[in-house]
Protein backbone atom coordinates (compact mmCIF):
# COMPACT_ATOMS: atom_id res chain seq x y z
CA UNK A 1 0.00 0.00 0.00
CA UNK A 2 1.34 3.22 -1.37
CA UNK A 3 -0.05 5.77 1.11
CA UNK A 4 1.59 9.59 0.37
CA UNK A 5 4.02 10.80 3.26
CA UNK A 6 4.69 14.32 4.38
CA UNK A 7 7.00 15.22 2.28
CA UNK A 8 8.64 18.33 4.31
CA UNK A 9 8.36 18.41 7.83
CA UNK A 10 4.48 19.75 9.30
CA UNK A 11 4.54 23.59 9.19
CA UNK A 12 2.22 25.81 11.08
CA UNK A 13 -0.74 24.47 10.08
CA UNK A 14 -2.39 21.42 12.83
CA UNK A 15 -0.76 18.31 12.38
CA UNK A 16 -4.10 17.09 12.35
CA UNK A 17 -5.24 18.64 8.96
CA UNK A 18 -2.17 17.77 7.18
CA UNK A 19 -2.63 14.05 8.18
CA UNK A 20 -6.08 14.78 7.08
CA UNK A 21 -4.94 15.75 3.43
CA UNK A 22 -2.97 13.06 3.21
CA UNK A 23 -5.41 10.35 4.30
CA UNK A 24 -8.13 12.02 2.05
CA UNK A 25 -5.32 11.69 -1.11
CA UNK A 26 -4.79 8.14 -0.39
CA UNK A 27 -8.48 7.69 -0.11
CA UNK A 28 -9.02 9.41 -3.49
CA UNK A 29 -6.32 7.16 -5.42
CA UNK A 30 -7.97 4.52 -4.21
CA UNK A 31 -5.02 3.04 -1.38
CA UNK A 32 -7.73 2.94 0.85
CA UNK A 33 -10.70 1.13 -0.77
CA UNK A 34 -14.37 1.89 0.03
CA UNK A 35 -16.16 -0.18 2.71
CA UNK A 36 -13.00 -1.67 3.57
CA UNK A 37 -10.57 -0.74 7.10
CA UNK A 38 -8.16 1.80 7.13
CA UNK A 39 -4.92 1.29 8.91
CA UNK A 40 -5.01 1.26 13.13
CA UNK A 41 -4.62 4.48 14.59
CA UNK A 42 -1.23 3.20 15.81
CA UNK A 43 -0.39 2.32 12.27
CA UNK A 44 -1.18 5.63 11.17
CA UNK A 45 0.73 7.52 13.78
CA UNK A 46 3.94 5.32 12.71
CA UNK A 47 3.64 5.89 8.92
CA UNK A 48 2.56 9.46 9.56
CA UNK A 49 5.43 10.32 12.55
CA UNK A 50 2.79 12.08 14.86
CA UNK A 51 0.93 11.14 18.07
CA UNK A 52 -2.36 9.39 18.33
CA UNK A 53 -4.06 12.85 18.95
CA UNK A 54 -3.56 14.18 16.15
CA UNK A 55 -4.44 10.49 13.89
CA UNK A 56 -7.47 11.13 16.11
CA UNK A 57 -7.97 14.40 15.57
CA UNK A 58 -7.86 14.06 11.29
CA UNK A 59 -10.33 10.66 11.59
CA UNK A 60 -12.60 12.98 12.93
CA UNK A 61 -12.00 15.88 10.28
CA UNK A 62 -12.83 13.33 7.47
CA UNK A 63 -15.52 12.40 9.04
CA UNK A 64 -17.46 15.40 9.04
CA UNK A 65 -16.49 15.76 5.60
CA UNK A 66 -18.61 12.48 5.15
CA UNK A 67 -15.16 10.52 3.85
CA UNK A 68 -15.01 7.94 6.92
CA UNK A 69 -16.89 6.20 9.56
CA UNK A 70 -15.96 6.23 13.01
CA UNK A 71 -17.14 3.05 14.92
CA UNK A 72 -16.34 2.97 18.57
CA UNK A 73 -13.90 -0.11 19.23
CA UNK A 74 -13.34 -0.69 15.10
CA UNK A 75 -11.16 0.54 12.84
CA UNK A 76 -12.36 3.89 10.47
CA UNK A 77 -13.97 2.56 7.36
CA UNK A 78 -14.15 4.43 3.89
CA UNK A 79 -17.56 5.71 3.24
CA UNK A 80 -19.72 5.63 -0.34
CA UNK A 81 -19.82 9.25 -1.70
CA UNK A 82 -23.27 10.76 -0.29
CA UNK A 83 -25.17 13.76 -1.65
CA UNK A 84 -26.44 14.41 1.77
CA UNK A 85 -22.86 15.63 2.97
CA UNK A 86 -23.07 17.91 -0.15
CA UNK A 87 -26.65 18.97 0.95
CA UNK A 88 -25.71 19.45 4.09
CA UNK A 89 -22.60 21.61 3.72
CA UNK A 90 -24.23 23.81 0.69
CA UNK A 91 -27.13 24.35 3.18
CA UNK A 92 -25.02 25.45 5.75
CA UNK A 93 -23.30 28.12 3.56
CA UNK A 94 -26.75 29.19 1.92
CA UNK A 95 -28.23 30.38 5.59
CA UNK A 96 -25.10 32.69 6.17
CA UNK A 97 -25.10 34.07 2.86
CA UNK A 98 -28.94 34.56 2.78
CA UNK A 99 -28.29 36.54 6.13
CA UNK A 100 -26.81 39.56 4.24
CA UNK A 101 -27.90 41.99 1.14
CA UNK A 102 -24.90 41.30 -0.41
CA UNK A 103 -24.80 37.45 -0.12
CA UNK A 104 -28.54 37.33 -0.91
CA UNK A 105 -27.34 38.79 -4.05
CA UNK A 106 -24.43 36.38 -4.85
CA UNK A 107 -27.43 33.56 -4.10
CA UNK A 108 -29.73 35.22 -6.87
CA UNK A 109 -26.71 34.95 -9.22
CA UNK A 110 -26.21 31.13 -8.18
CA UNK A 111 -29.39 30.32 -8.54
CA UNK A 112 -29.19 31.67 -12.04
CA UNK A 113 -26.56 29.75 -13.71
CA UNK A 114 -27.50 26.27 -11.90
CA UNK A 115 -31.47 26.33 -12.58
CA UNK A 116 -31.03 27.87 -15.70
CA UNK A 117 -28.27 25.49 -16.77
CA UNK A 118 -30.93 22.30 -15.25
CA UNK A 119 -33.36 23.63 -17.20
CA UNK A 120 -31.09 23.74 -20.84
CA UNK A 121 -29.87 19.75 -19.29
CA UNK A 122 -33.57 19.13 -19.05
CA UNK A 123 -34.32 19.98 -22.92
CA UNK A 124 -31.56 17.43 -23.63
CA UNK A 125 -32.55 14.57 -21.88
CA UNK A 126 -35.93 14.35 -21.25
CA UNK A 127 -37.72 11.56 -22.01
CA UNK A 128 -41.52 11.34 -22.60
CA UNK A 129 -41.88 9.76 -19.03
CA UNK A 130 -40.14 12.97 -18.23
CA UNK A 131 -42.30 15.12 -19.87
CA UNK A 132 -45.36 13.50 -18.02
CA UNK A 133 -44.26 14.05 -14.59
CA UNK A 134 -42.92 17.31 -15.82
CA UNK A 135 -46.62 18.07 -16.78
CA UNK A 136 -48.07 17.08 -13.84
CA UNK A 137 -46.17 18.67 -11.36
CA UNK A 138 -47.30 22.62 -14.26
CA UNK A 139 -51.25 21.09 -13.54
CA UNK A 140 -50.69 20.51 -10.12
CA UNK A 141 -49.04 23.97 -9.49
CA UNK A 142 -51.49 25.74 -11.37
CA UNK A 143 -54.66 24.00 -9.73
CA UNK A 144 -52.87 25.57 -6.57
CA UNK A 145 -53.43 28.90 -7.70
CA UNK A 146 -55.20 30.90 -4.83
CA UNK A 147 -53.45 28.59 -2.27
CA UNK A 148 -50.32 30.18 -0.62
CA UNK A 149 -48.86 27.09 0.99
CA UNK A 150 -50.23 24.68 -1.54
CA UNK A 151 -48.53 26.79 -4.03
CA UNK A 152 -45.72 27.16 -3.08
CA UNK A 153 -45.18 23.63 -2.21
CA UNK A 154 -45.94 22.94 -5.91
CA UNK A 155 -43.86 25.54 -7.38
CA UNK A 156 -41.22 23.76 -5.25
CA UNK A 157 -42.03 20.37 -6.89
CA UNK A 158 -42.00 21.81 -10.56
CA UNK A 159 -38.39 22.87 -10.41
CA UNK A 160 -37.22 19.78 -8.81
CA UNK A 161 -38.87 17.85 -11.41
CA UNK A 162 -36.78 19.69 -13.74
CA UNK A 163 -33.30 18.48 -11.61
CA UNK A 164 -34.79 14.94 -11.59
CA UNK A 165 -34.73 15.06 -15.23
CA UNK A 166 -31.20 15.47 -15.54
CA UNK A 167 -30.24 12.55 -13.54
CA UNK A 168 -27.37 14.53 -11.69
CA UNK A 169 -26.80 13.72 -8.21
CA UNK A 170 -24.62 16.63 -7.39
CA UNK A 171 -27.61 18.68 -8.63
CA UNK A 172 -30.51 17.05 -6.60
CA UNK A 173 -27.95 17.61 -3.74
CA UNK A 174 -28.05 21.44 -3.94
CA UNK A 175 -31.26 21.51 -5.22
CA UNK A 176 -32.31 19.71 -1.16
CA UNK A 177 -29.73 22.46 -0.16
CA UNK A 178 -31.50 25.47 -1.00
CA UNK A 179 -34.77 24.53 -0.58
CA UNK A 180 -35.51 26.32 2.60
CA UNK A 181 -34.20 29.85 0.64
CA UNK A 182 -36.27 28.76 -2.10
CA UNK A 183 -39.61 28.85 0.11
CA UNK A 184 -38.82 31.93 1.83
CA UNK A 185 -37.92 33.07 -1.22
CA UNK A 186 -41.25 32.31 -3.22
CA UNK A 187 -43.27 33.03 0.54
CA UNK A 188 -41.67 36.62 0.14
CA UNK A 189 -42.47 37.10 -3.26
CA UNK A 190 -46.26 36.11 -3.60
CA UNK A 191 -46.95 38.65 -1.83
CA UNK A 192 -47.10 41.05 -4.81
CA UNK A 193 -50.43 40.99 -6.90
CA UNK A 194 -50.83 38.42 -9.67
CA UNK A 195 -47.07 36.79 -8.83
CA UNK A 196 -48.69 33.09 -8.50
CA UNK A 197 -50.59 33.20 -12.37
CA UNK A 198 -46.94 35.05 -13.49
CA UNK A 199 -45.36 32.24 -12.14
CA UNK A 200 -47.47 29.56 -13.93
CA UNK A 201 -47.22 31.38 -16.72
CA UNK A 202 -43.25 31.23 -17.21
CA UNK A 203 -43.54 27.33 -16.08
CA UNK A 204 -45.75 27.10 -18.15
CA UNK A 205 -43.05 28.43 -20.75
CA UNK A 206 -40.42 26.19 -19.43
CA UNK A 207 -42.42 22.88 -20.19
CA UNK A 208 -43.16 24.05 -23.58
CA UNK A 209 -39.37 24.45 -24.12
CA UNK A 210 -38.51 21.07 -22.65
CA UNK A 211 -41.09 19.34 -24.14
CA UNK A 212 -39.40 20.84 -27.51
CA UNK A 213 -36.44 19.66 -26.86
CA UNK A 214 -35.05 23.07 -27.08
CA UNK A 215 -32.65 23.36 -24.90
CA UNK A 216 -31.44 27.52 -25.25
CA UNK A 217 -34.96 28.02 -25.05
CA UNK A 218 -35.50 26.56 -22.33
CA UNK A 219 -32.45 28.04 -20.74
CA UNK A 220 -33.50 31.53 -21.92
CA UNK A 221 -37.72 30.90 -20.50
CA UNK A 222 -35.52 29.96 -16.77
CA UNK A 223 -33.75 33.13 -16.93
CA UNK A 224 -36.38 35.13 -17.81
CA UNK A 225 -38.49 33.23 -14.79
CA UNK A 226 -35.65 33.63 -12.31
CA UNK A 227 -35.30 37.48 -12.88
CA UNK A 228 -38.97 38.03 -12.36
CA UNK A 229 -39.02 36.14 -9.14
CA UNK A 230 -35.97 37.83 -7.61
CA UNK A 231 -37.50 41.58 -8.77
CA UNK A 232 -40.24 40.77 -6.77
CA UNK A 233 -38.51 39.19 -4.03
CA UNK A 234 -36.55 42.41 -3.72
CA UNK A 235 -39.66 44.44 -4.42
CA UNK A 236 -41.82 43.02 -1.76
CA UNK A 237 -38.93 42.67 1.22
CA UNK A 238 -38.57 45.97 0.43
CA UNK A 239 -41.88 47.36 0.62
CA UNK A 240 -42.41 44.94 3.54
CA UNK A 241 -39.61 46.67 5.46
CA UNK A 242 -41.35 49.95 4.63
CA UNK A 243 -44.56 49.32 5.65
CA UNK A 244 -43.30 47.90 9.01
CA UNK A 245 -41.09 50.92 9.51
CA UNK A 246 -44.16 53.34 9.16
CA UNK A 247 -46.13 51.85 11.52
CA UNK A 248 -43.86 51.60 14.05
CA UNK A 249 -42.82 55.08 13.81
CA UNK A 250 -46.59 55.46 13.70
CA UNK A 251 -47.38 53.28 16.69
CA UNK A 252 -44.48 54.98 18.82
CA UNK A 253 -46.14 58.29 17.83
CA UNK A 254 -49.41 57.79 19.09
CA UNK A 255 -47.73 56.95 22.20
CA UNK A 256 -46.08 59.59 22.56
CA UNK A 257 -48.56 61.86 21.92
CA UNK A 258 -51.07 59.91 24.56
CA UNK A 259 -48.11 60.33 27.44
CA UNK A 260 -47.75 63.76 26.55
CA UNK A 261 -51.86 64.55 26.64
CA UNK A 262 -51.97 62.47 29.95
CA UNK A 263 -48.63 64.55 32.12
CA UNK A 264 -49.86 68.06 30.50
CA UNK A 265 -54.13 67.66 31.26
CA UNK A 266 -54.74 69.87 35.01
CA UNK A 267 -56.54 67.82 37.62
CA UNK A 268 -59.90 69.00 38.13
CA UNK A 269 -60.89 70.59 41.56
CA UNK A 270 -63.34 67.66 42.16
CA UNK A 271 -60.71 65.07 41.45
CA UNK A 272 -58.79 66.35 44.13
CA UNK A 273 -59.12 63.86 46.68
CA UNK A 274 -60.78 65.79 50.11
CA UNK A 275 -58.64 66.41 52.89
CA UNK A 276 -58.27 64.66 56.44
CA UNK A 277 -60.26 66.77 58.99
CA UNK A 278 -58.03 68.14 61.50
CA UNK A 279 -58.07 66.21 64.58
CA UNK A 280 -59.07 68.17 67.79
CA UNK A 281 -56.11 68.57 70.14
CA UNK A 282 -55.96 66.75 73.39
CA UNK A 283 -54.98 69.33 76.16
CA UNK A 284 -51.99 68.43 78.22
CA UNK A 285 -51.50 67.92 81.88
CA UNK A 286 -50.48 71.47 82.03
CA UNK A 287 -53.22 73.02 80.03
CA UNK A 288 -55.69 70.77 82.65
CA UNK A 289 -54.35 71.94 85.73
CA UNK A 290 -54.60 75.66 84.80
CA UNK A 291 -58.48 75.80 83.76
CA UNK A 292 -59.09 73.81 87.22
CA UNK A 293 -57.08 76.73 89.09
CA UNK A 294 -59.14 78.89 86.81
CA UNK A 295 -62.46 77.78 87.46
CA UNK A 296 -61.77 77.76 91.45
CA UNK A 297 -60.57 81.46 91.27
CA UNK A 298 -63.61 82.38 89.92
CA UNK A 299 -65.71 80.21 92.37
CA UNK A 300 -64.19 81.98 95.15
Not at 83 to 106: C, I, W
Not at 129 to 135: F, T, V
Not at 209 to 230: C, D, Q, Y
Request: glycine share 6%; net charge positive.
Amino acid sequence: MKIPKPTTPFGQRKRADEVAELIERAISVGEFKQGAPMLSEKELAAHFGVGLPSVRQALLILQQQGLVEITKGARARVTAPSGNYLSGQVAALVRRLAATERGRQDMDQTRLLYEAGIAWQAARVATDEDINRLKSALDANAAALGNTGEFIRTDVAFHYELTVITRNAVFAGIHDALVAWLIDQRTMALHMADADSLSVRDHTAIFEAVAAREPMRAFNEMTSHLKLISELYRESKRLSDEIMRRVTRDVAGRIERERESMWAAKPRMEDKPAEPAERPRRKSNVSRSKSNANRKAIGT
